[in-house]
């Protein structure tokens, strides 16, 4: 995994940036939750979190081991690596409820305890994550389960919602935090949205296109996105001491298909925006898209399946940054033979065969074809 330590190399690197690329059912999502777990192993059993299906059909037990990289403040000396596992045990004759066993050094103990204590930062988002709508108590939810938890609950949990930007938000309007939340708030959005320091009856307003909104009437990508990006920024500031300005926070954020809800102009950008904004933190993405993947200047993560059925997550090292969406859906990180419609494919397979039996005319038409469907639309 490539952290923030690494450094950058030029001012559009994104070494703090990870992708994760594998089939529907690979297992991104689950990696994922393996890495929040292992993370959050010295509280798991008492934060709240819940083992649900985490032991495969047939198995009795199931691990996740992990081993965490921790920076000089957490660990004493740079690069200390801590080891962590936990065994979740299948209970004899009940079919959905399993035990936590977790192992861990219990050095850093007392920093986990500490919620807002900005060591061990964590925050994960799962693919349905969005905005609460409703009242949001924080208070009720730190009774529920502890913070740290919170912050990836939505990973594992689907219907648990975001921290709405009215329910923190307002409280730093008059201290000197504001002006710094607002700033990267917006370096975060796309050029053509940025929050406005002024609300209409409790929803914040954004000015997009030259246009005054309020958050409930932008559109579900927008609303997705700013939603899980001033979650984020919401619990820097909880954590972030007096001095200490957010970008300056180390931490792991986890996001499952970053690309979701996005246009394809954004799915350009959204990586670096995030890398360079907050270079600190390091990322971990899941997605589905080529144009994404693109933008990466370091090979993905490629999650493949081996031939007992297991699935194994490898570097293959082949870097596709700079190329065509076209060419990296045929790459072996996502090996598609065509992007055609099927039927289109079929015709343009039948065509071929007629010209390579000697048909000029469908030789013709082939080419023809070819032409128009590679080329640019009109």
Same mark, same amino acid.
Request: with cysteine.
């Given at each position: 995994?490539? =952290?923030?330590? &690494? ?6 690197? @994104? ?5 994760? %690329?594998?089939?529907?059912g690979?297992?991104? @999502? ?6 929040a777990l292992a /993370? ?15 032991? !495969?059909?047939?198995?009795?037990? /199931? ?6 990289l ?9 690069f200390?690596?801590w080891?962590?596992?936990?065994? $979740?045990?299948?209970? /004899?004759?009940e +079919? ?9 050094n219990?050095?850093?103990l007392t ?8 060591? *061990? ?9 969005r ?6 108590n ?13 912050? %990836? ?13 009215e ?11 504001f ?7 917006? !370096?975060?959005?796309?050029?053509d949205?940025?929050?406005?320091n ?5 929803? $914040?307003? $954004?000015q ?14 927008y609303?997705?996105? &700013?939603?899980?990006?001033t979650?984020?920024i919401? +619990? ?10 957010l970008n300056?926070?180390?931490?792991v ?9 996005? +246009? ?7 990586v ?8 600190r933190l390091? *990322?971990?993405f899941t997605s ?7 933008? $990466? ?6 999650i ?12 293959r ?6 190329f ?5 859906l =045929?790459? #072996?990180? *996502? ?19 007629? /010209? ?18 590679e080329?640019? #639309?009109?």
């Open positions: 995994m490539r =952290h923030p330590d &690494i450094g950058a190399t030029d001012e559009d690197a @994104t070494n703090n940036t990870n992708l994760i %690329v594998g089939g529907n690979a297992g991104k @999502t689950t990696l994922l939750k393996a890495i /993370a959050l192993t010295p509280i798991i059993r008492d934060c709240g979190y819940v083992s649900h299906r985490m032991v !495969r059909e047939g198995s009795k037990k /199931a691990q996740v081991k992990g081993s965490l921790l920076h000089e403040p957490e660990g004493g000396t740079a200390q690596s080891p962590t596992v936990l065994t $979740f045990n299948r209970l /004899a004759g +079919h959905a409820r399993e035990t936590v066993v977790s192992k861990f219990n050095a850093w920093a986990y305890h500490e919620e807002s204590n900005p060591a *061990f930062f964590l925050v994960g988002y799962g693919a349905t994550r905005m609460e709508t409703g009242e949001y924080l208070g009720a939810i730190r009774r529920k389960r502890w913070l740290r938890y919170h912050r %990836v609950v939505t990973l594992f949990e689907e219907n648990e919602g975001l921290m709405p930007l329910s923190w938000l307002p409280q730093y309007r008059n201290s000197p935090r002006e710094e939340i607002l700033t990267l708030i917006n !370096r975060l959005l796309p050029e949205t940025q929050l406005l002024e609300d209409y009856d409790g929803d $914040f307003l $954004f997009q296109h030259g246009v005054t909104l309020p958050l409930s009437t932008l559109s579900d990508g609303r997705a996105y &700013i939603a899980w990006t979650d984020m919401a +619990h820097l500031a909880a954590c972030a001491p007096d001095k200490m300005k300056e926070i180390r931490g954020v986890l996001v499952d298909e970053i690309d979701l809800h996005l +246009h394809p102009e954004w799915q350009l950008k959204i670096a925006h995030l890398s360079q904004a907050l270079p390091q *990322f971990i589905h898209s080529p144009i994404v993947a693109g933008t $990466f200047r370091h090979p993905p993560l490629s493949e399946a081996e031939r007992d059925g297991a699935m194994t997550v490898r570097e090292g082949e870097i596709i940054h700079g065509s969406a076209e060419q990296i =045929h790459s #072996p990180y *996502f090996g598609m033979e065509s992007t055609r419609a099927s039927r289109k494919e079929r015709e343009l397979s039948e065509l071929l065969h007629k /010209a390579q039996a000697g048909d000029l005319e469908a030789a013709r038409h082939y080419m023809d074809q070819l032409a128009a469907t080329g640019s #639309p009109s």
